[in-house]
Nanobody, 123 residues
Framework: QVHLVESGGGLVQAGGSLRLSCAAS????????MGWFRQAPGKERESSAA????????IYADSVKGRFTISRDNAKNTVYLQMNSLTPEDTAIYYC????????????????WGQGTQVTVSS
């Protein structure tokens, strides 16, 4: 069982930046692939970024490529999402997720989910 807690969301103006954090419980954090997903009001959940257990591989959705950076610190059991050049279209609840057997942008591979953190970008 992995417990995930997101933080770092908030209100930011367009063009601004935020860094989200996701703290995970457990002693085998490096065994889990991690992903960030988001869900805007009235829309389906979509992937933003994912990172392998070692942190050596990452993948991004086209909508955030070049603006968002996913990283992890396995010593701190934490995964981050640095978000730059934010636009109102990035407004959503952002969720982190953990996958034991795989990783990637497919939400179906993830076993555990956090409660989410709200990101609101004003124009």
């Amino acid at each position: 069982q992995v417990h995930l807690v997101e933080s770092g969301g908030g209100l930011v103006q367009a063009g601004g930046s935020l860094r989200l954090s996701c703290a995970a419980s457990g002693r085998t954090f490096s065994s889990y692939g991690m992903g960030w997903f988001r869900q805007a009001p009235g829309k389906e959940r979509e992937s933003s970024a994912a990172i392998s257990g070692s942190g050596g591989s990452t993948i991004y959705a086209d909508s955030v490529k070049g603006r968002f950076t996913i990283s992890r610190d396995n010593a701190k059991n934490t995964v981050y999402l640095q978000m730059n050049s934010l636009t109102p279209e990035d407004t959503a609840i952002y969720y982190c997720a953990a996958a034991l057997a795989a990783w990637g942008i497919d939400s179906n591979v993830y076993d555990f989910w956090g409660q989410g953190t709200q990101v609101t970008v004003s124009s």
